[in-house]
């Protein structure tokens, strides 16, 4: 079956870089997902990766994807004050559909 | 631009109430979906629709209807309110193929006593 499993919290000081994993179970899936969702809001997509690449880099964002492993990581340089909110992990399922199997959010805290 | 509009943001309800959560995206996505948001769970989805008139299953459907009779609109329906639904629910939409990005609402937070 689909599962996507995600530690459940991470604190980091400001200016560290933060890294957040994922585990995921369905080796089918074409796309993953970083989401980000700030207090009281719904969730925003962050960066995305394809299945057939090993990482994607977006200014201070990095994607790691071991399809092997079937693990996902993000990691967040020079993290700010603003970084802190819940990340979401999600792959989309091998489909026609957009259907998309969310992880259970790891919080992120920065200190200052 | 709206995007996906939720309505209403918060509710109150007691066991065995019926209410109706609505859900319209102005984007003429095809795809629309509800998920339901408890800590340490994550968000797990309850219904989804690939276009009006067809609607599925997702992980977690017992005690939740859903219709798609327009493109717009993708209510979701409480038939008797348990406080086990008690959550916080999000409707999210999306256009097909692509990278298949998701939408999201604003939420609607509800408790049920």
């Known amino acids: 079956g689909e599962d996507v499993e995600q530690s459940l919290f991470l604190s980091v000081r400001e200016g560290d870089s933060s890294v957040i994993n994922c585990t995921y179970t369905?080796?089918?899936?074409?796309?993953l997902y970083w989401y980000k969702q700030e207090p009281g809001a719904g969730l925003q997509l962050l960066t995305y990766i394809f299945s057939n690449m090993d990482m994607k880099q977006d200014q201070r964002l990095t994607v790691l994807l071991n399809k092997k492993d079937k693990h996902l990581s993000l990691r967040i340089a020079d993290t700010q004050t603003g970084d802190s909110a819940i990340y979401f992990c999600a792959e989309k399922t091998s489909g026609a559909t957009n259907k998309l199997i969310f992880g259970t959010g790891t919080l992120l805290a920065v200190q200052p | 631009n709206a995007g996906v509009t939720q309505t209403p943001k918060f509710q109150v309800l007691k066991t065995g109430q019926s209410m109706t959560l609505q859900c319209a995206q102005d984007?003429?996505?095809?795809?629309m979906s509800w998920y339901r948001q408890d800590p340490g769970m994550g968000l797990r989805l309850i219904h989804y629709s690939v276009g009006a008139g067809i609607t599925d299953q997702g992980e977690v459907p017992n005690g939740y209807n859903v219709s798609r009779s327009t493109t717009e609109d993708f209510p979701l329906r409480l038939l008797s309110a348990a406080p086990s639904q008690t959550s916080v629910y999000f409707c999210a939409s999306s256009s097909p193929g692509g990278i298949g990005e998701l939408f999201f609402g604003e939420g609607s937070r509800l408790t049920v006593l």
């Open positions: 984007m003429n996505h095809e795809y």
């Open positions: 369905d080796s089918s899936s074409t796309y």
